[in-house]
């Protein structure tokens, strides 16, 4: 299996299905993990909104996150890991 590329979450397509792969330290990662978004918890993304927000869907839970929180949170496609 190849190295799947880790990218910025802001950076995904509408629709594409991801796997968390790091998130960062600090008051940013407790935000996240109210959210639940953790490492190693899949994420599609349903929506990118003007200003750089997202809309992603975890668990069937929706989840919009601001685009500066988005570029912090590293992923891959998850249908590289299955």
């Known amino acids: 299996m190849q190295n799947a590329e880790v ?9 594409r299905r991801v796997l968390v792969v790091r ?3 600090g ?13 190693g918890e899949f994420l599609k993304c ?3 909104l ?4 997202m809309l992603v869907e975890k668990n069937r839970q929706e989840i ?3 685009a500066s ?3 912090a949170i590293l992923v891959t496609d998850a249908t ?3």
Do not use: D, F, M
Request: charge should be positive.
């Open 46 to 48: 349903l929506q990118r």
């Open 27 to 39: 008051k940013t990662r407790a935000q996240l993990i109210r959210l639940g978004i953790l490492k």
């Open 64 to 66: 919009a996150i601001g």
């Open 69 to 71: 929180l988005a570029g």
């Open 23 to 25: 998130v960062p330290e």
């Open 50 to 53: 003007p200003g750089g927000t």
């Open 7 to 15: 990218i910025p979450l802001h950076k995904v397509r509408k629709g």
């Open 80 to 82: 590289e890991v299955l």
